[in-house]
């Protein structure tokens, strides 16, 4: 297998080479100057999403034929090519850069895709894997029927966990209602890892972290076998999703509110199996709303059946967003955008701040669609769910399906009006709650 001659390694991208190659000390040729401001900051929205793919890359689990593909695309891309020839077969492959300034996934499965095989048939999508560097082919086993573990978690046993999870909720919802507007709704961390998405993701309170420790303490009593993704993780046991049974929890969604006495906080509860969602809770204690779903059963908001509104029009929608306050000066540009072409376009924009009750207000029908880039999967599973089940719209911000891991959503009152929000919104990339998709419905 034959490498390029040249390679230009620029090491202040990719600080984790882990491996090594002679190279040559040939002086090549320098990629032409950007030609205008637009395009000055497109290469540098390019290289910010290479280097933090590179660090990511575990060159211990690629093979030697996977670091040569790894090389030599990042060879080309050094060079600002949108092509390179594969080292083992001499075909052209496209790079990570080519799919960058597309825009949107493809649907062909591409080994560089960069998001995330979104618009790629779900079949076909099933079938491929992410090796930390690009996505290959899964290796066919002829035992992995017998290998896969298939959990089965029948109707009743989901009302039993819901009237759990109920019992619970009325518990946590008192434990808020007693913390709020005292000493113990102060702030007392700041959350340095989420800083740059907004004050409003950046704060912690000791109510977070007891309503949490009291959900999934409770939970696991009742269920030790049962996985957990929790937002502060102080008893969480999980990070990545697994196909076992898995509690997805945000103890108080809207903890911003919360600092300021204001009433609009919920606890969500998301429930996952097979990686399919199947179970949601939303309770909004200080407003007495309890938003509830079990997969294939319906909707409902403190026992009754609920609907979305089925409003198409974006000129008759009230829509939601979240204002990104204290986000850094991308973030905030790009929900300015969205924010005035709202403004000029849609019936009305509200911005109530706990996205998991946002999400479960355009399932009820009180408002007809939300978006939003940068929350994570404790914050979307439930009310993802309750939207599903009351027969509105969930997808991915560019319109492919919905990924629980991918830190975005768009739900509407219906897929017309989804698609009409997905064309009308700007993008701003934020990193995975884990690299590979999960695609829950």
Known sequence: ????????????????????????????????????????????????????????????KLSKEEKEIHLAHRTAVEDYH???????????????LRHFLKG????????????NHENVDRERREKRTFNTAFWIDKEEDEDLEDKM????????????????VLHLTKETGQIIANAIGSDANAEIDLKEHNKEDGNASAILTETDMKVEKHLINGLRSKYPDHQFIGEESSEANSSELTDAPTWIIDPIDGTMNFVHSNPLVCTSIGLTVNQKLVLGVVHCPLIDKVYTAIKG???????????TSGVTDLSKAMLIMELPVGANKEKKAVGMKNLEYMLDNAHAVRSPGPAAMDIAWVGAGSADG???????????????????????????????????????????????LATKIHQFINIYQTPRDQPTPVIPF
Request: net charge neutral; proline share 5%.
């Open 370 to 416: 939300y978006f939003s880039q940068g929350i994570h999967s404790w914050d979307m599973a439930a009310g993802a769910l309750i939207v599903k089940e009351a027969g509105g719209a969930v997808t991915s911000t560019s319109g492919g399906d919905f990924d629980l891991m991918a830190r975005g959503l768009i739900v509407a009152s219906s897929d017309e």
């Open 297 to 307: 059963q319906g909707a409902f908001c403190n026992g009754k059946k609920i609907k």
């Open 104 to 115: 949107t996934c493809c649907g062909n499965a591409c080994r560089h895709c960069v998001y």
């Open 1 to 60: 297998m034959k490498l390029p001659s040249v390679i230009l390694i620029n090491r202040s991208y990719f600080p984790n080479l882990a491996f090594s190659y002679n190279y040559s000390t040939k002086v090549q040729k320098p990629p032409p100057p950007p030609q205008n401001e637009k395009q000055r900051k497109m290469r540098e929205e390019f290289w910010k999403r290479e280097a933090e793919l590179e660090s990511k890359v575990d060159y211990a």
């Open 149 to 164: 573990t298939v959990y089965n978690v029948s109707s009743e046993e989901l009302e039993q966990m819901l009237e759990t």
């Open 82 to 96: 949108f092509t390179y020839d594969d080292p083992e077969t001499g075909l052209k492959v496209i790079t990570r």
